[in-house]
């Protein structure tokens, strides 16, 4: 399996927020998940600024401050070498030209010098020159967290922005990937490799995608063989629990007492780590429309990334079998965990939209319409192209499923709409 190097697109926005954090200078803390593009977005921009980059290495402090020194070395004038974090944040003030710097990685300095996020915060507030830009950027959501959103972190409140990478979308994939926007084979492979640029670079244009799920999933030493592991080591959730739980989440556990009860144990038993993945993005939690944590226990966990997704709904209950399926059988795996990615793509075109579910109803998509904020958008969503006469019964459906749902109570006003695959097409 060979990858090829993308050429750089999209992120406008996030470019846009670098131009403007720039323009104010002070410090900006960038994160986003291992292998998403935030390495190559930050170099790109930097590159047309002119600006400094460098990636912290996990080591003992002495050899991380030598690291950085050396990266920045031929760019910054001075004679000295610097022993500390002090010291070279002394070098940096003392700099006569404006710049802008990113410490990537910077989750690792502070894991091993517990001291430089205080140090950092009196040198931002009292030394940074004026005109230039700090930019802390980390792969470990949580650390990040940690270090920059909790009250109680020395940095909490000195950045003028936190700029979360998130994963691209299906129209990046495309226009990256050279694929065609309204092919279901198309989407089928954005479901293989989400939002991640890094796993784009396997797609070949003509390649099919039970063969891109072979060549990223089940071949010998597969790329994707070790990545939740990885993910999780980043994120710092550690210990066989963190897997277990997503390989009953992935597997149709999706109430907290059902993967519970798949682990053996009780729910409560669980909180702590259900917050930890929820805090690295790699659950999400889902309520039915229109209810809150504090005002329901219906809630379901889902895992969040596509690929995560497909490793543990189709990779880890059929590697052992896979080579023994039929082309029919990999293709029917694939189009039904497209089916659940394809769902969160549709609801993602409306603000605020969700599933619903109570006894004896299930909706696809729930949401304030945006063509009349008083009524409300209600829709089946169906992976594949329907006829006219499969959207007017499953529209039929969906009105009498309408009627049995207790939401109406509440929303007398309601579109009803049927999205299939013919949505792909804008």
């Known amino acids: ?81 610097p022993k500390t974090w002090q010291e070279f944040l002394e070098i940096l003030a003392l700099q006569k030209r404006p710049w802008a710097l990113c410490l990537d990685e910077f989750p690792y300095l502070t894991a091993v010098d517990t001291s430089l996020p205080s140090q950092v915060q009196k040198w931002v507030d009292h030394s940074l020159p004026a005109g230039c830009l700090l930019i802390l950027a980390g792969s470990s959501t949580r650390m990040m967290h940690d270090l920059f959103l909790h009250r109680a972190a020395p940095l909490y409140g000195r950045a003028v922005k936190l700029l979360h990478i998130r994963p691209m979308d299906f129209t990046a994939f495309c226009e990256a990937c050279g694929q065609r926007f309204e ?23 003509r390649q099919n995608v039970v063969a891109l799920a072979e060549s990223l999933y089940f071949d010998l030493a597969p790329y994707m063989e070790q990545e939740p592991q990885r993910i999780l080591r980043d994120e710092g959730v550690t210990g066989l629990n963190a897997l277990a739980v997503l390989e009953a989440v992935g597997r149709g556990a999706e109430r907290p007492s059902e993967i519970a009860s798949r682990l053996g144990t009780v729910q409560t038993n669980l909180s702590r780590l259900l917050q930890q993945l929820l805090d690295a993005s790699v659950l999400t939690r889902e309520l039915p429309f229109g209810e809150s944590v504090r005002s329901t226990k219906k809630i379901l ?126």
Not at 55 to 64: G, N, T, V, W, Y
Not at 184 to 191: I, R
Not at 338 to 357: I, L, M
């Open 1 to 81: 399996m060979v990858s090829m190097q993308l050429q750089f697109v999209n992120r406008e926005t996030e470019l846009g927020e670098l131009e403007a954090a720039a323009r104010k200078g002070g410090l900006l803390v960038v994160y986003g998940r291992r292998r998403i593009g935030k390495t190559r977005l930050l170099r790109h921009w930097l590159q047309t600024r002119d600006g400094l980059y460098s990636q912290a290495i996990e080591a003992q402090r002495d050899l991380q401050i030598q690291q950085v020194f050396q990266d920045l070395r031929a760019r910054l004038q001075t004679q000295i070498v």
């Open 301 to 426: 966990y889902r895992i969040a990334d596509p690929t995560m997704r497909f490793w543990f709904r189709v990779y880890s209950p059929h590697q052992t079998l896979w080579r023994t399926y039929d082309a029919e059988q990999k293709r029917k795996l694939i189009h039904d965990h497209a089916a659940t990615v394809f769902e969160d793509f549709c609801r993602a075109r409306f603000p605020g939209a969700q599933r619903y579910w109570e006894r004896g109803v299930e909706l696809d998509l729930v949401a304030l319409d945006p063509k009349d904020p008083k009524r409300l958008l209600v829709a089946e969503v169906k992976w594949r192209h329907l006829s006219v006469a499969e959207r007017k019964k499953v529209l039929r459906q969906l009105e009498r499923k309408w009627s049995r749902c207790s939401l109406r109570a509440k929303y007398p006003k309601v579109r009803f709409e049927v999205f299939d695959a013919a949505i792909l097409a804008g």
């Open 183 to 205: 092919e279901l084979e198309s989407f089928e492979k954005f479901a293989c490799v989400g939002g991640i640029p890094k796993y784009w670079e396997f797609v070949e244009s």
